[in-house]
């Protein structure tokens, strides 16, 4: 059974920084793209940032700047680094990971960012 844990999350101030870590385990089958989405109670989930085995990332426009995405393979974990962080960031931001032949993918529990003053 594919086991997430979550954390990082927590409540910080309009320009703050926040780092979220997820370490995934369980998994039968190699891992690929992990990443993160985020969700605000009524609208669409949104796909905030993935990365590759390779290395490769690709970010929404509107975190593109503020936030770096990274991962240590050995250790199938994934981590976030929010910067300048605004009001809008504020969502529950689930990790995610899908296997190497996307038949697979994965969801962590969530974690509530919160960014207010």
């Known amino acids: 059974q594919v086991q997430f844990v979550e954390s990082g999350g927590g409540l910080v101030q309009p320009g703050g920084s926040l780092r979220l870590s997820c370490v995934v385990s369980?998994?039968?089958?190699?891992?690929?793209?992990m990443g993160w989405y985020r969700q605000v109670p009524g609208k669409q989930r949104e796909l905030v940032t993935t990365?590759?085995?390779?290395?490769?990332?690709n970010y929404a426009d509107s975190v593109k700047g503020r936030f770096t995405i990274s991962r240590d393979n050995a250790k199938n974990t994934v981590y976030l680094q929010m910067n300048s962080l605004k009001p809008d960031d504020t969502a529950v931001y689930s990790c995610?990971?899908?296997?190497?032949?996307?038949?697979?993918?994965?969801w962590g529990q969530g974690t509530q960012v919160t960014v207010s003053s």
């Open positions: 990365i590759t085995s390779g290395g490769r990332t």
């Open positions: 369980g998994s039968d089958f190699r891992l690929d793209a």
């Open positions: 995610y990971a899908q296997t190497a032949d996307q038949l697979h993918t994965y």
